[in-house]
């Protein structure tokens, strides 16, 4: 039997990168799998591609209701949530002296208050021994040049993996965090470097990674599908680190 077999799981940010990933290992072990994303268009092609066992909710996680209407979705077709995976989020990286408030705002209200909102609202459809699951970074341990926001809103989500698993706890409810590295995804080409920035930010990582290379969004998805599953039922406030070596050889 397949180690999320009928499971229900719903993947934010699911529609490109680890999210479609983890989407794919998801269903390949049997779940069914709801993922949401914004571009309407990215999300019926990640939908057509994973096939009948997915469908998506267009849903940004910075909108509560939109995320009241996701939940209310879920809950009319499926009823419960057995795993989320709280993954969306963004990473435009400055240095210091350009960031901006709008630029702070956007960054925590995606990455820390959609994620909290993201974990709360599905309260209601948490099973008893759900495993709920936090895309935070290796930023949170480390020190980037230009990433000073965005290792801040991964710290954060840092705290709440912890907090949420010791509030949830007395339902059976897990949360853990996975922190992957420098991974090979579309999300590179959003972060509002220059495509020579972007690969010189990736050759200072490699550099920095024992094992010489990025890894691949379908590692941090084996990953997840780990914590989703009861082989991981007496994991819960961890953090799961997939660097290479990064931060911690």
Known sequence: MSKLNNKVAVITGGNSGIGLATARRFIADGAQVVITGRNLKALDTAVAELGERAIGVRSD??????????????????????????????????????????HFD????????GLFFTVQKALPLLTEGASVI????????????????????????????????????????RVNVVSPGLIESPFWGKVGLSKDEVDAFGAQVV???????????????????????????YFTGADLVADGGMIQV
Do not use: C, M
Request: hydrophobic share 45%; aromatic share 6%.
């Open 106 to 113: 956007r960054l925590f209200n995606t990455n820390v208050r």
């Open 61 to 102: 996680v910075d909108i509560v209701d939109d995320l009241n209407r996701l939940y209310a979705q879920v809950k009319e077709q499926f009823g419960h949530i057995d795993v989320l995976f709280a993954n969306a989020g963004i990473a435009p990286l400055l240095p210091i002296e350009d960031v901006t408030e709008e």
């Open 207 to 233: 550099q920095q990674t024992p094992l010489g290379r990025p890894g691949k969004p379908e590692e941090i998805a084996a990953t997840a599908a780990f914590l989703a599953s009861d082989d991981a039922s």
């Open 134 to 173: 936090l895309n935070a970074s290796v930023v949170a341990q480390s020190g980037l040049p230009n990433t000073s926001i965005y290792s801040a809103t991964k710290a954060a989500v840092r705290s709440l993996g912890r907090t949420l698993a010791a509030e949830l706890a007395p339902r059976g409810i």
